[in-house]
Structures are given as structure tokens and as C-alpha cells.
């Protein structure tokens, strides 16, 4: 059980997107407040179950797959290295990156951090594009073992207003 007095260890999920910027944002702001180290998970989805991945309509290069597991895991540590930057010396900054089901991964890279308290963004999604995708801030709320910041997308916020 979390002690609210004592969130030492912030864990926030990253994407390359401006909702998980908002989210970092929030995230290192709160840490330097509470004088917390963060972990960052960026989580890389599987790709396709195929060697190749191409769309032959579009005559473009096929990547094979452990080629592909590269690039996403480049993006990753430039994502990690745009962060570092904005958070400076005065956090104590991990990085995780996984590869799966982003849920699943954020959850137990909680676990393994020993996290105190997970911080995301959400895409706001809502309707049928919702039910499809699910909402991974929505599912790691629900199955987390520690309390759960969800940053809202601002432009979510601004068209509710109408």
C-alpha cells in the first residue's frame, strides 16, 4: 500500500505525442515538488506478426523485423534524450523501454521500479474509435497497485467548454 506522504518513485509512460509531453510536463514538475526519482517507460508495440513489413501498394522498402525492433528502440532513446534534457540534473531519471502490450508493460515496469505513484496522458479518445483502441490510462487505473495521475489531452479540455 502506497503511503500518500511518501511518493519517492514517479513512473511516467512516454509517447512521442504532445498529450505524453503534457504528462511529462506535470510528471517532472511534481517530482522536483516532492523531490521523487522518475522512470520513464516508453512501450514499443509488437509489429506485425510478419518477417516483412511493406505496403507493396505504396512500393515502399520492406523493413525486416528485428530491423524494425531497431528503429523503434532508437526513437525510444531519442525520446528518452529530448526528456533528460528537460528534467536537468536535479531528478534522478530511469529509463525503461518494453516491448508488448503497452498496459500490460506500463503495469509491470511499475512493479519493477517499485513506483509510488504512475503518471500518463491520455489521448482523449472517446466513442467508437474508444472502443476499439481501449484506453490504456483507463485499464492501468484499474489494475494498478499504485495511485494513478492521469494528465487529460488540453484540446479534450477546450472543446468540452462548447
Not at 512516454?14 to 510528471?27: F, M, R
Not at 520513464?40 to 505496403?55: Q, R
Not at 481501449?134 to 487529460?152: N, W
Request: charged share 25%; net charge negative; with cysteine.
Amino acid at each position: 500500500m502506497t503511503n500518500h506522504d511518501n511518493l519517492r518513485k514517479i513512473l511516467i509512460a512516454v509517447e512521442d505525442n504532445a498529450y505524453s509531453d503534457h504528462a511529462v510536463t506535470y510528471g517532472l514538475a511534481l517530482a522536483r515538488k516532492l523531490q521523487a526519482e522518475v522512470a520513464l517507460v516508453h512501450v514499443n508495440e509488437i509489429p506485425a506478426a510478419t518477417p516483412y513489413i511493406a505496403d507493396p501498394m505504396l512500393n515502399e522498402t520492406s523493413f525486416m523485423m528485428p530491423e524494425m525492433i531497431s528503429i523503434q528502440e532508437d526513437a525510444s532513446n531519442a525520446l528518452f534524450d529530448r526528456i533528460k534534457t528537460q528534467a536537468g540534473n536535479d531528478i534522478n531519471l530511469y529509463t525503461y523501454t518494453k516491448l508488448g502490450n503497452p498496459k500490460t508493460e506500463i503495469l509491470a515496469t511499475a512493479e519493477e521500479f517499485d513506483a509510488d505513484m504512475i503518471i500518463l496522458g491520455t489521448h482523449g479518445r472517446t466513442g467508437f474509435d474508444h472502443f476499439i483502441s481501449g484506453s490504456v490510462a483507463e485499464s492501468v487505473a484499474r489494475k494498478s497497485k499504485c495511485p494513478v495521475l492521469i494528465i487529460p489531452n488540453k484540446e479534450q479540455e477546450e472543446n468540452t467548454e462548447d
